[in-house]
């Protein structure tokens, strides 16, 4: 028969077994399959250091991307491309800053500072960006009188077409990386939900602008909509 202090630490072993088996379980590998796309958001000289519109660390992110970028077959990029005089630009409107609000069309527009002009060296992807294999990039903003913080569709609702493209090669994951987290990110990870995507954002291969709070009201939305939150150390 086994003594109290035995059985004590037989329970006490069993405990601790099943503990490292459901933290070894926890912390299982999230597998890159075929039916996964890495989607790599603005990663644009406006975005970064000296930049127009610079997001603090962006910058760092590029060497994350560029490794997690190995993992994948299927990858696409997003480019901010502004007509000069767009209408999220302050500039754009007399007598308001950047970062005020206005009322356009399709609802609420934050102004920004004039960024990512088509043709210029600002709206350049990252010259430190190495993804040869990327096989398509997106152009976004391009229309004059609507922004377009999403891949998948302008604020006004014109879609991009990604999310058909998607379907049509039967990509159904989504891993999202790039810049800035509250508000391009963000609004391309709830449509990739939306649209019906499994749906991941790279938390450390991303940067956010927190703009009022912005940052944790675009993860709390992310969250509530099933995105999964997760670091590049997960991926395999």
């Not at 879609?159 to 493209?165: K, N, P, Q, S, V």
Request: proline share 3%.
């Amino acid at each position: 028969m086994l003594k109290r202090r035995d059985l004590l630490l037989t329970i006490s072993a069993l405990g601790l077994t099943g503990l490292a088996r459901d933290r070894a379980h926890a912390w299982q590998a999230i597998k890159v399959d075929d039916a996964s796309v890495l989607l790599v958001i603005d990663v644009q000289n406006c975005f970064l250091p000296g930049g127009t519109l610079p997001v603090s660390h962006g910058d760092e992110i590029v060497p994350v991307i560029n490794s997690l970028s190995k993992l994948f077959t299927n990858i696409i990029l997003t480019q901010d491309w502004h007509p000069s005089g767009h209408a999220s630009f302050a500039s754009s409107h007399p007598g308001k800053h950047a970062f005020e609000t206005i009322e356009l069309g399709y609802g609420t527009q934050i102004l920004w500072p004039d960024h990512c002009v088509q043709g210029t060296d600002d709206a350049a992807l990252s010259g430190a960006l190495s993804i040869p294999r990327a096989e398509l990039i997106i152009r976004k903003g391009f229309n004059k009188s609507a922004d377009s913080y999403s891949a998948f569709a302008d604020a006004d609702g014109v879609t991009t077409g990604l999310a058909d493209l998607l379907r049509a090669r039967k990509l159904s994951r989504v891993f999202i990386v790039g810049l800035a987290t509250d508000f391009c990110v963000a609004s391309s990870a709830l449509d990739a939900r939306k649209a019906g995507f499994d749906t991941y954002v790279i938390e450390d291969a991303c940067r956010g602008i927190d703009t009022a709070g912005s940052l944790g009201q675009a993860w709390a939305k992310m969250t509530k909509a099933g995105v999964k939150r997760i670091q590049s150390s997960e991926l395999a």
